[in-house]
């Protein structure tokens, strides 16, 4: 565990250096999109969707910000993930290393770039609005089944890119269902009953809901909700870290 702690450690500072080398905000980037994509919703949508938000254009503005840093972490991570394997597998060929510690490497340098930037926004929001510590701790449950998901995708699609590799094409349109079918810049009350079932098979909407309904509201947790991402991160977890299992030991003869 810590040969593989510290591997990590090494993959995750090669990423983020990579990445940033060179650059004015470095990880602060990250936070740039989310930003400028909740203007750009709230000068198009804002006067229209208010009213779902207590006729208050600074909370569809938060809202907004809320949905896009999930959508933003999840498109980020995975598409990272997805070609860590392949991209990797030089390397894989020269030295024995676990397989699973590069899309792994890809999911934490997100969070590492997530913890420094959007959520201690997040946190600052949420003691403005809720005034109560256990609101800003309970922040930590809905990004933790995130990872779970993100984590138990980025060991799927990494390991079907080994297979396929026009795979990254077909991902894009993957993320865009997702990202359409996500209440990330309008309220989950307007879908209609009928839509609603379906989209409750979304993983990511009962996180931005939680997320929501943590950060904005003054009410306590609603630890249904939570339960309901953290279950359908266990799930979506477990689910990819089987099939990267049982796909492994084919790897190396198509790398």
Not at 13 to 40: A, D, H, Q
Not at 140 to 164: E, K, Q, R
Not at 221 to 235: E, T
Request: charged residues 10%; glycine residues 6%; positive net charge.
């Amino acid at each position: 565990m810590r040969r593989y702690r510290e591997l990590l450690y090494v993959l995750v500072s090669r990423n983020l250096k990579t990445r940033y080398r060179g650059s004015f905000l470095g990880v602060y980037w990250s936070l740039l999109n989310p930003l400028i994509m909740t203007v750009l919703y709230t000068a198009i949508f804002g006067t229209t969707f208010a009213s779902y938000y207590g006729n208050s254009i600074p909370n569809y503005v938060l809202a907004a910000f809320t949905g896009l840093v999930v959508i933003n972490f999840f498109s980020a991570s995975t598409s990272q993930a997805l070609s860590s394997v392949v991209t990797n597998g030089a390397l894989l060929n020269k030295i024995s290393l676990p397989v699973s510690i590069f899309p792994v490497s890809m999911v934490a340098a997100n969070i590492f770039q997530f913890s420094v930037g959007a959520l201690p926004l997040l946190a600052v929001i949420t003691w403005i609005y809720s005034k109560n510590i256990v609101n800003v701790m309970a922040l930590l449950f809905p990004f933790l089944a995130l990872v779970l998901v993100c984590t138990g995708i980025g060991f799927l699609v990494s390991a079907l890119y080994v297979f396929f590799r026009d795979l990254p094409y077909f991902y894009e349109l993957v993320v865009f269902v997702l990202w359409i079918s996500s209440p990330v810049f309008y309220p989950a009350a307007i879908v209609p009953s009928q839509v609603k079932r379906f989209l409750g098979l979304n993983p990511l909407s009962s996180i931005i809901e939680s997320l929501r309904q943590i950060a904005l509201s003054a009410a306590l947790p609603d630890w249904g909700l939570i339960g309901n991402a953290l279950l359908s991160g266990i799930i979506i977890l477990s689910l990819g870290w089987f099939c990267f299992q049982m796909w492994r030991s084919q790897f190396m003869d198509l790398l």
